[in-house]
């Protein structure tokens, strides 16, 4: 567990002077506490691209902002961030974050580098961005994370016309949480999409032709003045089987020869198994053991209720 | 008119989105009440019936385990058949439905214990259910299936924007679970689904104010799977809360704790698992980073589909053997299709190498699907099989090598959990686990003692070779495919604890399972079921039991294994298994008639199983003669076995133990018969003498073993005869204990009708025939009875069948090879007695007759007239006393003294017993009387027996009803009445009734020519099966003696063709005092 500082205490020794070594120190800690704050290797790599921009003290405060649930409306596209923060105001500020896409022919040379190597695709779709791949950016000098050297572009809507102010701090820092879950958001801020990604994949070519096809047209619904038609699957009253009505009374009804077998459950159980755990987990092991004890009970007591008297 | 449906109690899911709606006219009837408007329910109703007392009463007769008083009832909107217009079933419209509210887990408890499996042979029609009662058990026996497999998921729906549930969904992932789904959609009738979907006011002719036509209903596979995957949540959670599961709270409260003191900072997983356990469902997405849980769950739970890349299309991974001089394995990367018949490299694949046939890439949705799914599913191979990261470090799959260290550990694990993750593994063929190289251990039963000896030939007395409390031996052997493993090669398998092992120069692959299984079995000091030590000792039943299956399972529902039998003791099992296999027996010479082929079939069975000691059942059809079949062998063992066996006991109801003497007498006149039955039976140890001569049957009764079996337990008798053994089916009871007790070197039960499918009976039965064959009666229970009666386990069903089909031998009357031995119409005489009030009537009368005739000494015209009034007396009183009273009786009556009537005629009790036999056999009688007042009296007593209506053709019937009473008996619906009292002369000429199957002649005319005639009514052209007639014949009274005078002189028989029923009275005096008395 991270430790919390009552960061009011701290506000108020600032008043004090301090000695060179002592705010060093101090700074440090700071840092230190911010690049925590994401829990991934590369959400620490974003926090810490980001902290090159300096005022540790304002980023501070801003951490708090993120912590709380302040932020909502993220919306991030090529190149842009966009949130709505709750400030000290009655209606939230709106902040909105650029960053420069990576130009295309960039993106081709990028795609077939990553398309050199499928452990790097599957860690990326299974949510992991590993120092391969952030190396292949670098390697073209486009890389992943926000280059603040020459300031942050971003603007906010609060009376504070500083940038970055506390409110683009605070998302900024929300951000790495984001890309902790889901990293491919970074790629997707700088010009791919998934989609997108994967259909330009150098492998698998002969699958490029394909179209994907039409989503089916939703069931027509008929809401006439006197009828009335419900949004389910439905079957036409003139295909269900004549003999279900009329031929009932004349021939011997049909003996469905199916039959079912209830095991007691082993120690292995085939699902749980296969299920094993999803990523991103904060408590892994907790939550294996309750899953793990769900599908036992489950199992054992379905086969004693079902071979009760 | 109204449309012909059945008037039964329908079943119909209704899902909470239908009945929310205001289309569906939902209703509630019970007042104050309220059904929660996120719960579904079942609806239990009856088309075209709308009464509250016509359901309730439905629901007592059929639904006897629900409880009525506690339900909800409503009326709601359910689409049937258009009722005005019975020729056009194409229109449905709404019909507002009385019904009651059955809620899901009640009734999901209630419907997967439900017996709605019909046996191979038809139970009787009272207790089958309609099928959309049928189709929702099949339902929720599937579900709970599914859930003890453990196939299920936590998922999360959309619910809102931002708000989610949790949710658990079994998983129909299997194709024989999918087949399943299909079979009872494709057997289900309407009713089980007739929610109107579309509805539309009728166009035309829009007469009333609310017809509204239906033009789709809900499809039956969506509603279907909205039950399942309904159920499943709902009973997962219940089970839980049933069961106190405490471990989220144990491992969560840290969590619990924060979210007390209302923080926000929630960890998912925490809110994840807390909506698929607790009451609140619902997943609030509050933090940013949290929209992407509901997607990374869904990646999570489609992991384990059984088919990542769609229907079938699979991943596979392939073992070859190394080339001829190097170390390594080569392991590469496959797609497979069609169920592997065609494999292409991954690498080529991608590569664009090999050009897909446009079948082959129409599996695939678009590239950026196909590419997700594969990566995804390479990612699950490195996660199950971490070296396979060595492969698929570049832009194409490489082939891996491995080592055979590295071989064997592939196939320990990873291997195994590939295939049941969905992906292929192909190893080499002679690796192919369950095939010819597969690693087991085989269980031998053996006996100790010398070679079977045929002792047919030397021994004088019937000794078996084993006895039934005896021991056997059993020790178990390794075995690598069908071959036996030597002691030396067994020890080196476990001892090298590896999977993969080079044994006399050939791989072989061991399961991981059948290894520790087989270490578990050869260590003395494990134990992991009741025979799993290395060797030891089996009681004989069980070995036989074991023998029989040739299987045994070391713990309960766990794995089998192969068991051989050998020595003498192979030799007895094999013998009983065919029937060809024993020795035939002939017809023994003493045997008074000629037995036909089937009989002396039956013979030579139970002579052989006999001799081995064993207790067995003849289950032949009614009519087949099984009272022939057991004198002709008591015949054989007194030729065989002259002096030195004991008397034979003969248990049967009293109605026929007067059949039994008279065709002892008939066909074993050399047999001595003693009868144990009324007041003046032995009751003295000291005179039980009596009952141990060699070979003397000693006849009894039921009633009688009850009271006396203090005493006949004393003896121990060669054979115990148990004739309707149906009347020892309750274990409970203190008749079928009394048998027990009873000691015998064989056993014999006759029953007319199948046994093998009740189950408890069966297992009652064979108590008594060869007690511990088929186990304590509790697991006998839970192996076979639920299984089998519940869930139609087939595999229970096949092996319960391998171990008692030695000992049941049924023919039936439509066996091909018995038909070609029996007379088309197949005539048999029943012989009952009179009963007390029967004799003292019968006595008088003929007393009076007689006194009048000597007193008068009129003229002859007077004197037969005398007679023939006495000789239809006599009838009505062996009929029934009420109906020479002309008393007359209700159901009312019967009510209080059912037993009392029908004890009153010993005709009309075993009639009784008879067609149960017909019933149970999913037959059809008819009954001729030549009385109005004795049909009167059947269709009473029938119609107060059964549930069934008792059809009733007689001179009263108007002609325009005539027809529909045949039509109704000639019906093959299974609801068609399966009886019809017939009136001899009402039914005059030209009346088809082949449906029936057997014939009754409940009182006798006597007049060949008239009662061939009325036979013949059943037994005509289109007929396919053989028709049984039964002739009632009470002993001792006019109706025997004239039978047996018809028989004896055939030329009297013509005369009687000739001239009805008159020709008696011109008997001499004599003749006819003979006649009238009853002896």
Known sequence: MKERRDYRDRNEKDYYPMDKKQKHDEVQQIKSDLINFANTSWGKKWVHSILKIGRPYRMRRAMRYAEEDRISNILIKKGEIFALVQGTAPTPYRVRIFFNPIPEDAWKIIEEQLSGNLLNLISLLEGTLSDTIITIFEQYHHSLFPDVSHGLNAKCSCPDQAVPCKHIAAVILYISRVIDYNPLILLKLKGKKKKQLLSELKIGKQFTSMKSPKSSTKDEIDRNTSGYSYEVPKISVKDIKVKDIKEKNDLPEQKIDISFQFTKPGRFIETLENLGLPTNLENPKAFAIVMDKIYKTITKQTYKISLAK | MKMNIDKQLELTYIPSKYWNEKASGFSLISASKKVPTDASFFLIWIPFQDSEESLEKKMQEKMRDIPINKLLSCTIHLALPNSNNSDSYKEFQIQNVYGKILPLLPASNYLNKLEVFENEENKPTVRSFSGSVTTWALLTKLTFELLNRGDFLPVMDKSTEKSYTGRWHVLLKDPYDYERF???????????????????????????????????????????????????????????????????????????????????????????????????TNFQIQQFHETIVPKLIKNWVNISNISPLGYGIRLALKLDFPDSNQEEWPLGLYLSFQNG??????????????????????????????????????????????????????????????????????????????????????????????????????????????????????????????????????????????????????????????????????????????????????????????????????????????????????EPAGLNYKVLIKGSFKNIVDKIKTLENFSKISQPDSFNGTLRAYQKTGLTWMANLSELGFGMCLADDMGLGKTIQVIALLLHFKEKYPTSMNSVLIICPTSVIYNWKRELRRFGPDLDVILHHGLDRVKDLSEISQYTKPHRVVLTTFG?????????????????????????????????????????????????????????????????????LLGIRKSFREDYIIPIERFHDKEAAENLKKIIAPFILRRTKSDKSIIKDLPEKNEIKIYVELSKTQFTLYKKEVEETLKRIKSASDTNKNKSMYILTLLTKLKQICNHPYQFLHKPITSKDLKKNFKDFISMSPKLERLFEMIDEVINNNEKAIIFTQFTQMGDILETVLSYKYEFPVLYFHGGVPAEKRKKIIDKFQSNNKDSPPLLILSLRAGGTGLNLTKATTVFH??????????????????????????????????????????????????????????????????????????????
């Open chain 2, 182 to 280: 299909q079979k009872i959609l494709q057997n289900c009738p309407f009713t089980a689904y007739s929610l109107p979907a579309t509805m539309d006011q009728k166009s035309r002719t829009a007469p009333s104010k609310n017809e509204l036509l239906v033009k789709e209903l809900w499809h039956p596979s969506f509603l279907f799977s909205d039950y399942m995957e309904t159920l499943g949540d709902i009973l997962v959670r219940s089970i839980l809360i049933k069961n106190k599961f405490k471990t989220f709270e144990e491992f969560y409260n840290s969590e619990i704790l924060k979210e007390k003191n209302r923080e926000y900072n929630l960890s998912w997983d925490y809110k994840f698992l807390k909506s698929l356990l607790k009451k609140d």
């Open chain 2, 341 to 554: 018949k065609n494999l292409i490299p991954l690498s080529e694949v991608l590569k664009g190498e090999v050009t897909l046939t446009s079948e082959q890439k129409d599996y695939f949705k678009s590239k950026e699907n196909l590419m997700e799914l594969l990566l995804r599913s390479l990612g699950r191979i490195i996660k199950i099989y971490p070296p396979a990261q060595y492969a698929l470090n570049g832009a194409y799959p490489a082939t891996l090598l491995l080592t055979s260290s590295e071989v064997m550990e592939f196939l320990s694990y990873p291997k195994d959990l590939l295939i049941q993750s969905g992906f292929r593994v192909i190893l080499p063929e002679v690796f192919q686990s369950g095939g010819k190289q597969r690693l087991s251990a085989r269980m031998i039963i053996y006996s100790e003692e010398g070679e079977y000896k045929d002792k047919e030939s030397t021994s004088s007395t019937m000794t078996p070779l084993f006895q039934l409390n005896e021991m056997l031996q059993y020790q178990w052997e390794g075995e690598l495919g069908d071959t036996k493993l030597e002691k030396k090669e067994l020890e080196y398998i476990i001892n090298q604890n590896q999977l993969l092992i080079n044994l006399k120069d050939e791989w072989v692959l061991i399961d991981q399972q059948d290894l520790e299984n087989i270490k578990a079995i050869f260590n003395p000091s494990t134990s992991i079921g009741k025979y799993s030590q290395p060797e030891g000792i089996i009681k004989y039943m069980d070995a036989l039991k074991l023998g029989l299956s040739q299987k045994v399972e070391l």
């Open chain 2, 704 to 772: 009688t073993i009850r009271n006396d079996v203090d005493l006949l337990k004393t003896i121990r008798f060669t054979g115990i005869v148990v004739d309707e053994s149906q009347n020892m089916k309750n274990y409970e009871t203190q008749q079928t204990q009394a048998i027990y007790q009873l000691q015998s070197h064989y056993k014999i039960c006759l029953s007319g009708t199948p046994i093998e499918n009740r189950l408890l009976e069966l297992w009652t039965l064979f108590e008594f025939l060869n007690p511990g």
């Open chain 2, 1002 to 1079: 409940f009182d006798r005319w006597w007049n060949p020519a008239v009662e061939r005639q009325a036979t013949d009514r059943a037994y005509r052209i289109g007929q396919k099966e053989n028709v049984n007639v039964y002739k009632f014949i009470t002993l001792n009274s006019i109706e025997e003696k004239i039978d047996t005078l018809i028989e004896e002189k055939e030329e009297l028989a013509d005369m009687v063709i000739s001239s009805g029923e008159s020709w008696i009275s011109q008997l001499t005096d004599d003749k006819i005092k003979a006649l009238l008395s009853l002896e």
